[in-house]
């Protein structure tokens, strides 16, 4: 019994020991990934972490789950940065916007120049919770196979515990890609719980820039005085002010401000034939550039025809020249206007037509 008894201590004191060298060893190893993460991070201008196949495997693959971070994965092709209508250089800007004001917000907080109102602390220690990555197809074919990524824009949450990189993993959606910086944080913040923070854009001009637009302002103040009190400045021009309300009015009915905010491409490839464009597309959901500009063409001619009959054609003395251009006007105000309905028609489903009488029918 003796025997037995010491024999039994030293197994639980061999497994005591067994399991504390595992977890010093555990926590090195981990803490040497986050370390060699944060180097890494330290080296790129924007936060963003290029990864290849080889640092996919080292701090994903290969690693014991659960990890001490999260990755977010932006995936990236440069040849398809020519493609407008994928919008990759935008998305990527914003990736970058969202990284930078993460690494920046947390810092502060970090450092103690945050807001304290996160009783718990677990911002403290956030910039190495959380890494921002990017990988290049032609440089990592592999890990885009692994991640079973085959369209672009894409961009993946791995998380401490995501054993499969593809079954495992967060997609983001295309809506939260497409909506900017914000709509990205949103994402992150409700998926790991760490705290983003406001969105750090760069300004629009530098202090440089500003000095330099006062100095050029101030020297031709006095120029631009003298021209507006003798009257010879553009604003006096009523060719200028009839071209401006031309431009807004075509900029109001093409839906301009439409592409505008939502990026719109002017046109799309077909994916059935590569060398097709479709300028049109037919589907309630979706409208491109070219048919917004071919929509506010058509009003632009019906409003500079009505323009023209009651600003020009009521000063012409002969009646029957009248009566022709006001027949000629209104029939091409006609073609518009049913070119217009037929697109309607077509891209919505829904038939917009006359209530004549019954008896007409």
């Not at 080296?43 to 659960?66: E, H, Y």
């Not at 499969?164 to 497409?178: F, G, P, R, V, Y």
């Not at 002010?241 to 046109?267: D, E, Q, T």
């Not at 979706?286 to 020009?312: K, S």
Request: with cysteine; glycine share 6%; hydrophobic share 45%.
């Amino acid at each position: 019994m003796g025997i037995s008894g010491k024999l039994n201590h030293l197994i639980l004191l061999t497994t005591v020991l067994t399991t504390l060298f595992v977890a010093t060893v555990t926590a090195d190893w981990d803490s040497n990934l986050v370390s060699d993460l944060l180097n890494l991070q330290s080296q790129s201008k924007s936060g963003i972490i290029r990864l290849n196949d080889q640092l996919v495997s080292r701090f994903l693959t290969s690693t014991k789950t659960p990890r001490p971070y999260s990755i977010l994965m932006f995936f990236d092709a440069q040849q398809l940065h020519d493609k407008s209508e994928l919008h990759l250089k935008e998305i990527r800007t914003e990736f970058s916007l969202v990284a930078s004001s993460f690494i920046a917000n947390n810092a502060a907080v970090a450092d103690g120049d945050g807001d304290d109102s996160d009783s718990d602390g677990d911002n403290s220690d956030s910039r190495g919770k959380l890494f921002f990555c990017d990988i290049e197809f032609k440089e990592s074919q592999s890990t885009f196979a692994l991640f079973g990524v085959n369209a672009l824009p894409h961009i993946r949450l791995i998380g401490p515990d995501a054993v499969s990189l593809k079954d495992d993993s967060i997609q983001m959606e295309q809506s939260d890609i497409a909506r900017m910086a914000e709509s990205m944080a949103e994402f992150i913040e409700s998926r790991t719980k760490l705290t983003v923070g406001p969105i750090q854009r760069p300004p629009f001009l530098s202090k440089k820039q500003l000095g330099l637009i006062a100095v050029i302002t101030l020297i031709w103040l006095p120029f631009v005085a003298k021209k507006i009190f003798a009257g010879e400045t553009l604003l006096h021009d009523r060719k200028i002010w009839l071209l401006g309300a031309v431009f807004i009015y075509f900029f109001s009915v093409s839906g301009a401000m439409h592409n505008i905010i939502r990026k719109m491409p002017m046109f799309l490839a077909d994916r059935n034939d590569p060398d097709k464009l479709i300028f049109f597309y037919q589907g309630s959901g979706m409208q491109l550039g070219a048919e917004g500009f071919a929509v506010g063409f058509l009003y632009t001619i019906v409003g500079l025809l009505l323009a023209f009959l009651t600003h020009l054609l009521v000063r012409v003395k002969n009646v029957m020249t009248q009566r022709v251009i006001m027949i000629i006007a209104m029939l091409i105000s006609l073609w518009a206007v049913n070119k217009v309905v037929y697109l309607d028609n077509w891209k919505t489903g829904y038939g917009i037509h006359g209530f004549w009488p019954s008896s007409w029918n």
